[in-house]
C-alpha cells in the first residue's frame, strides 16, 4: 500500500485528482469506479475545476457507481444517482450513457439477475481501471458492511446501524434513511486494477488505524485492501493521526519524488 499523508483535505482531494488526470490522459476511454459521500466532493470539484481550466476530457471516460440506496428513484434527492449528476457528471463533459449506478427501484424478485447484469456490465467495459472508495464509521467500503464475505459480489445488503446513523446527517429524519442497498461486493472491488482509498477527519481516525494496519478481518471490509497489489490510500492529517508507521509513509512519499517511481 502507497500512504500519502497531506496536510488537509484540500491537499489530499488534489492528490486523488491528480491519480485520476493522469489516467484518463493516458487511457482517454478508461473506466472509473466512483464512491458518494462527503470524502469524494472535493476530489469531484477538483476534477471540475481540471475539465474547465484545463480542459480535462471526459468524453470517452465510462463510470460505475459503487452502490445506491434501495428504494429510491434517481430523482430522489438522497439517491447516489441524485448526488453524481449534482457534484460530478452535470459539470464535466462526461455522457450520461456512460455513467452507471446501480438501480434502487428494481423489484425484489429481480434483485439477484439484475445485480448479476451490473457485474457483467463491468465486464463488458473491460473491468475498472480505477476505484475509488471511502471508508464507513464500521469500516465498510461500498455498503459491505461488518460480516461481508471478502469475496462477496454485487448484491442487495441490509445497512448497519451504525451506517444508518452516520448517514442521517443527509435525510430529515433518521426514519427517512434507507435500510437496505445495492452494493458492489468486497470481491468486485478488488478486481479494479488500482484503487484509491480516501479519508478525512478526526472521526476517520481510528478506524483507518485498523484497517491499514490492523489485521485482515471481514468485521472491517476495508481492511481486505491489504491484498491488493495497487492501492493508494490518501488521508488528511486527522484521519492519519491514529497510524503507527505514520514516519515511514512520509519518507516512502519523499523518496517516491526522488526517485520518481510510485513505491506500493
Ligand atoms: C459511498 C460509499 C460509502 C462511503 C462511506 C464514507 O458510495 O460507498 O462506503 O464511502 O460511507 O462516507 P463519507 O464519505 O460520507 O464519510
Known sequence: ??????????????????????LIQKKANCVLGLATGSTPVGLYKELIRMHKEEGLDFSQVITFNLDEYYGLS??????????????????????????HLPDGKVPIEKIEQYCES?????????????????????GHIGFNEPGSSLNSRTR????????IRDNSRFFEK???????????????????????????G????????????????SQISASVLQLHPKVTVILDEEAASELKRKEYYKFVYEAEKRIGLKLF
Open 1 to 22: 500500500m502507497r500512504v500519502i499523508i497531506k496536510k488537509n483535505y484540500e491537499e489530499m482531494s488534489k492528490e486523488a485528482a491528480e491519480i485520476i488526470k493522469n
Open 74 to 99: 434517481p430523482e430522489h434527492p438522497q439517491s447516489y444517482r441524485y448526488f453524481m449528476d449534482v457534484n460530478l457528471f452535470n459539470h464535466i463533459n462526461i455522457k450520461k450513457e456512460n455513467t
Open 118 to 138: 451490473y457485474e457483467d456490465m463491468i465486464k463488458k467495459a473491460g473491468g475498472i481501471d480505477l476505484q475509488v472508495v471511502g471508508i464507513g464509521g464500521d
Open 156 to 163: 442487495l445488503v441490509a445497512l448497519d446501524e451504525q451506517t
Open 174 to 200: 433518521i426514519e427517512d434513511v434507507p435500510r437496505f442497498a445495492i452494493t458492489m461486493g468486497v470481491g468486485t472491488i478488488l478486481e479494479a486494477r488500482e484503487i484509491i482509498f480516501l479519508a478525512n
Open 202 to 217: 478526526k472521526k476517520k481516525a481510528s478506524i483507518v488505524a485498523k484497517a491499514i494496519e490492523g489485521p485482515i478481518t
